[in-house]
């Protein structure tokens, strides 16, 4: 039976507006919807990090999986044949002249790099300073922003030339100064639109506190008034519902075409047109249906059969979407209950698909607990018959729930400002992504031996890149009277070895080796760019962190800070990767081509 992916199985669950934890196959995943408020800023890339593990690293049950073995095997004959063929000729397995380029000036490198990295915490203080009133970040802030980030870059490549470093020194410091510059970049423009949201929420605050003093009877008696209203209100809605279902075959409420309807999920003697309890577990919130019965009705059948125990299997439909079949099992009542077992709409990819299975089981064990002292309720004052209270209320819930991380990782949540600290900044630094957020999945330990099995894979990889550059590729430098074609052809399978180990390296081995010590649950740093069939394809799966952080804060930025079209959004984007790319290709060649 083919598996089913981890978002096709959390598409089955209701997100609930303060998020949800849903238990998939290959991890939980850890929702949080789209909030959009009057007041917030909130960015049109929402991007979500859940517990999974690398491409390569899930393919233990790919169908293929022994290619890879295969092309190990293959490269490792080669170098063998290749340090054999060496010592014949000159008496020395490998050469270490490519050594000797590499290594020149390595302490003034290291010194230099630990500055470039050093000088980023600047980015603290400064968030702490518009947090505080004395920046504002819309104007100012900005400026200062990326007229540092600016010094920063001319700084680094400026460097690389007095030093008159080669081509490996100044290619590696210019590419570090590249990923420094978007992580700061993130980190403040992230706080910026918190500390924008926050001193909103401030002065809303303000504003509710002065109406609700000047009320006879003060707070309390407002919250009363409140709860009250909130109360009355569901009962009236209630009521709504039960006449409607229980009106005869010529009055009956109208749904789509086999839709489940509330009346048709309880056979128990509960009142018709009164939703069930909801098992602990499954995750449905009203607020997310915009009063859509058909599909309360379905949610409440589920969660009924979910509780009733037995394994029952149901074909469900909503509107005109495709049939599709889940079966419960006996005894349980969590969201994780309700399987999948057919869709017949699209084809899904077979248990030897690149990404996780069910039978993917060496990944860190991710685990959330409920936390008791975060609050589940809303601003009190919600539902006031004064319009203006209750629509304050709303608006500061709204905000503290874009100010408030979801609580992924079971223990409390993370609100701003208390996550603008030093130790929350280098934390971030040694997590392997670009884009700044107030929490990320954690592993529950950081494995030693998987930190060591990378160490040894990164130098063992490195070795084999140093023999082919050794000798495949510097002794095939091109020569003036050399054809352009003879050069391609002597180059081509060096290169691409080169291309493929240097991907496994950095990709593979470095960021899974930082993100196992910073415990970063999340490790599709790639996707299978491999099986790309378009260049726009390849761009999105190949390097993950890039992307993530073009698509929040080029793309998504464009559009809704500077009111660009999609079209011309992208093709900013475009334009900046490309000019980043030949920015780094003139430093490493010193010429601009």
């Given at each position: 039976?083919?598996?089913?992916?981890?978002?096709?199985?959390?598409?089955?669950?209701?997100?609930?507006?303060?998020?949800?934890?849903?238990?998939?196959?290959?991890?939980?995943?850890?929702?949080?919807?789209?909030?959009?408020?009057?007041?917030?800023?909130?960015?049109?890339?929402?991007?979500?990090?859940?517990?999974?593990?690398?491409?390569?690293?899930?393919?233990?049950?790919?169908?293929?999986?022994?290619?890879?073995?295969?092309?190990?095997?293959?490269?490792?004959?080669?170098?063998?044949?290749?340090?054999?063929?060496?010592?014949?000729?000159?008496?020395?397995?490998?050469?270490?002249?490519?050594?000797?380029?590499?290594?020149?000036?390595?302490?003034?490198?290291?010194?230099?790099?630990?500055?470039?990295?050093?000088?980023?915490?600047?980015?603290?203080?400064?968030?702490?300073?518009?947090?505080?009133?004395?920046?504002?970040?819309?104007?100012?802030?900005?400026?200062?922003?990326?007229?540092?980030?600016?010094?920063?870059?001319?700084?680094?490549?400026?460097?690389?030339?007095?030093?008159?470093?080669?081509?490996?020194?100044?290619?590696?410091?210019?590419?570090?100064?590249?990923?420094?510059?978007?992580?700061?970049?993130?980190?403040?423009?992230?706080?910026?639109?918190?500390?924008?949201?926050?001193?909103?929420?401030?002065?809303?605050?303000?504003?509710?506190?002065?109406?609700?003093?000047?009320?006879?009877?003060?707070?309390?008696?407002?919250?009363?008034?409140?709860?009250?209203?909130?109360?009355?209100?569901?009962?009236?809605?209630?009521?709504?519902?039960?006449?409607?279902?229980?009106?005869?075959?010529?009055?009956?409420?109208?749904?789509?075409?086999?839709?489940?309807?509330?009346?048709?999920?309880?056979?128990?003697?509960?009142?018709?047109?009164?939703?069930?309890?909801?098992?602990?577990?499954?995750?449905?919130?009203?607020?997310?249906?915009?009063?859509?019965?058909?599909?309360?009705?379905?949610?409440?059948?589920?969660?009924?059969?979910?509780?009733?125990?037995?394994?029952?299997?149901?074909?469900?439909?909503?509107?005109?979407?495709?049939?599709?079949?889940f079966k419960l099992d006996r005894g349980t009542s969590s969201a994780s209950s309700a399987t999948p077992l057919e869709n017949t709409g699209k084809p899904q990819p077979s248990e030897g698909s690149y990404f996780p299975s069910s039978k993917t089981n060496d990944f860190p064990p991710h685990t959330v607990e409920s936390d008791p002292s975060v609050p589940s309720e809303r601003h009190p004052l919600i539902g006031h018959p004064d319009s203006t209270i209750s629509t304050l209320a709303?608006?500061?819930?709204?905000?503290?729930?874009?100010?408030?991380?979801?609580?992924?990782?079971?223990?409390?949540?993370?609100?701003?400002?208390?996550?603008?600290?030093?130790?929350?900044?280098?934390?971030?630094?040694?997590?392997?992504?670009?884009?700044?957020?107030?929490?990320?999945?954690?592993?529950?330990?950081?494995?030693?031996?998987?930190?060591?099995?990378?160490?040894?894979?990164?130098?063992?990889?490195?070795?084999?890149?140093?023999?082919?550059?050794?000798?495949?590729?510097?002794?095939?430098?091109?020569?003036?009277d050399q054809s352009f074609l003879r050069s391609m052809l002597d180059l081509a399978l060096p290169f691409m070895l080169s291309y493929l180990l240097l991907f496994y390296i950095i990709f593979e081995c470095i960021c899974n080796g930082f993100a196992e010590i910073s415990r970063f649950a999340d490790r599709q740093f790639y996707e299978d760019w491999w099986n790309s069939t378009s260049w726009d394809e390849f761009a999105r799966k190949w390097n993950k962190p890039v992307h993530s952080?073009?698509?929040?804060?080029?793309?998504?930025?464009?559009?809704?800070?500077?009111?660009?079209?999609?079209?011309?959004?992208?093709?900013?984007?475009?334009?900046?990767?490309?000019?980043?790319?030949?920015?780094?290709?003139?430093?490493?060649?010193?010429?601009?081509?």
């Open positions: 039976m083919p598996s089913k992916t981890a978002a096709q199985e959390a598409s089955k669950h209701v997100v609930s507006k303060k998020g949800s934890a849903i238990e998939t196959s290959s991890g939980t995943l850890h929702v949080q919807p789209y909030r959009p408020s009057k007041d917030s800023k909130q960015l049109l890339a929402k991007l979500t990090f859940v517990p999974r593990p690398s491409a390569l690293e899930s393919s233990g049950h790919d169908a293929f999986r022994g290619f890879y073995t295969l092309f190990w095997i293959s490269v490792g004959i080669l170098m063998i044949r290749t340090y054999v063929t060496s010592f014949d000729e000159t008496g020395y397995p490998l050469s270490l002249s490519f050594a000797a380029l590499f290594s020149k000036d390595a302490l003034t490198l290291a010194l230099s790099d630990a500055v470039l990295v050093a000088s980023t915490g600047l980015s603290v203080p400064f968030v702490k300073l518009m947090v505080d009133g004395y920046i504002p970040y819309a104007t100012l802030g900005v400026a200062i922003q990326h007229l540092y980030q600016g010094l920063m870059l001319g700084v680094a490549v400026k460097w690389t030339f007095d030093r008159r470093w080669e081509w490996v020194q100044s290619g590696f410091f210019t590419l570090h100064a590249l990923v420094m510059l978007m992580k700061v970049h993130s980190y403040v423009s992230i706080n910026g639109r918190f500390t924008q949201l926050f001193q909103k929420k401030q002065e809303q605050t303000k504003r509710l506190e002065s109406l609700v003093n000047a009320l006879p009877g003060g707070r309390s008696k407002a919250e009363i008034d409140a709860r009250d209203a909130r109360k009355l209100k569901e009962m009236e809605s209630t009521a709504a519902m039960s006449t409607a279902t229980t009106l005869g075959d010529d009055e009956k409420l109208k749904v789509p075409s086999g839709a489940v309807t509330p009346s048709s999920v309880h056979s128990d003697g509960t009142p018709t047109g009164t939703p069930k309890p909801i098992p602990n577990g499954i995750h449905v919130s009203t607020e997310t249906m915009d009063g859509d019965l058909a599909a309360l009705g379905l949610r409440n059948r589920l969660a009924q059969m979910a509780a009733a125990g037995g394994a029952q299997t149901a074909t469900v439909t909503v509107g005109d979407s495709t049939p599709t079949s709303q608006s500061i819930s709204d905000l503290d729930d874009e100010l408030t991380s979801t609580g992924i990782n079971g223990k409390g949540r993370v609100t701003f400002p208390e996550n603008v600290t030093l130790w929350n900044f280098c934390d971030y630094q040694l997590i392997p992504t670009l884009v700044y957020e107030l929490e990320y999945p954690r592993t529950d330990k950081v494995r030693i031996s998987y930190v060591f099995e990378k160490t040894v894979a990164f130098v063992g990889t490195f070795t084999l890149l140093y023999t082919i550059t050794e000798h495949y590729i510097i002794p095939m430098t091109p020569t003036p952080f073009l698509l929040r804060h080029v793309y998504a930025s464009s559009i809704s800070d500077y009111k660009f079209s999609k079209p011309s959004a992208a093709m900013i984007t475009f334009l900046l990767s490309a000019l980043l790319h030949e920015l780094v290709m003139a430093i490493v060649t010193k010429k601009i081509r």
